[in-house]
């Protein structure tokens, strides 16, 4: 599996001289698997140059993962242009939560007066699929859900193929237990010898105190979780839209300092757009 970081910027897409090596645009992730089906998590801002790149690879085939309905996860889909050729395929999943439906979720992004284009006006063939806790195929990739701890909801998924884990957990508080969501020692048990945790490092120790039950993690408590539960490889994600380029590279340089310092073999990076990770 190959997973590309279109996009891995939290809350709001960001640019200027500040935002260079980890880049602006806000969730989007995109894992090849091995026959080249195409997976992809989340519709943030990121996802409109994936599109762009799927139209040059002449792939008209995507899966679409949502994690949750916050708009930083959604907002680039009425610019993934694939959606208006009539020649695509979309298979959308998603959990709708307190939604009526999956499709009334990313219905959303689509409504007069908010955007010019309606929903209706789609071409692409889209297939909803409202999963929420059962694990379900992609061909060979198999795929399970967890429930996030964030307010109003969200499902983070594992990836596994070939024997390869991929888990991606986007807008998760490990501290803080919210309505509908897991707890700490749950998230260290799904995450157990993942080759790959992309994990919400949203925040520092000194700025969560004001922002406990935001929904999001410090990196100190991702770094634990990752040790203690033997994952191989651990990307920070999310990062917070005021976070100059080199804050986060400071963060990354912390981090490795604490996994240093507790013996681990764990190889810890915060990700940067366009990084591309092969398992
Ligand atoms: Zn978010
Ligand atoms: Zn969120």
Redesign the pocket.
């Known amino acids: 599996m190959i997973i590309r970081c279109w996009g891995i910027r ?2 709001i897409p960001v640019s200027g001289r500040d935002y260079i090596k980890y880049g602006g645009d ?2 989007c992730v995109e894992v090849r698997a091995e026959d080249n089906q195409v997976l992809i998590l989340d519709a943030g801002s990121g996802i409109r140059r994936l599109g762009n790149q799927l139209l040059r690879e002449n792939i008209r085939k995507c899966h679409l993962l949502f994690t949750h309905a ?1 708009w ?2 959604l907002l680039g889909f009425p610019f993934f242009k694939p959606i208006y050729d009539k020649r695509s395929r979309i298979e959308l999943y998603g959990c709708p939560f307190a939604q009526k439906s999956v499709r009334h979720l990313i219905g959303k992004t689509m409504v007069r007066p908010n955007f010019p284009v309606d929903f209706k006006d789609v071409r692409a063939k889209i297939d909803f699929h409202g999963i929420c806790m059962d694990p379900f195929k992609i061909h060979r990739l198999h795929v399970e859900p967890v429930l996030l701890s964030h307010p109003n909801q969200g499902i983070g998924y594992k990836l596994v193929e070939n024997g390869k884990v991929f888990v991606f957990l ?2 998760n508080e490990l501290t803080y237990h919210h309505r509908g969501g897991l707890r700490y020692e749950d998230y260290r048990k799904f995450c157990r010898n993942a080759d790959l945790l992309l994990h919400d490092a949203e925040y520092t120790p000194a700025e969560y105190p004001a922002r406990i039950t935001w929904g999001h993690s410090v990196y100190t408590d991702v770094v634990r979780l990752a040790i203690e539960a033997g994952v191989k490889k651990l990307g920070f994600i ?1 990062h917070n839209q005021d976070r100059a380029d080199c804050e986060v590279a400071q963060i990354e340089k912390k981090a490795r300092a604490i996994i240093r310092k507790a013996g681990s073999p764990l190889h810890c990076f915060a990700a940067a757009q366009d990084q591309v990770i092969r398992l």
């Open positions: 939290g809350s806000t969730t916050h930083d996860h986007t807008d999310h």
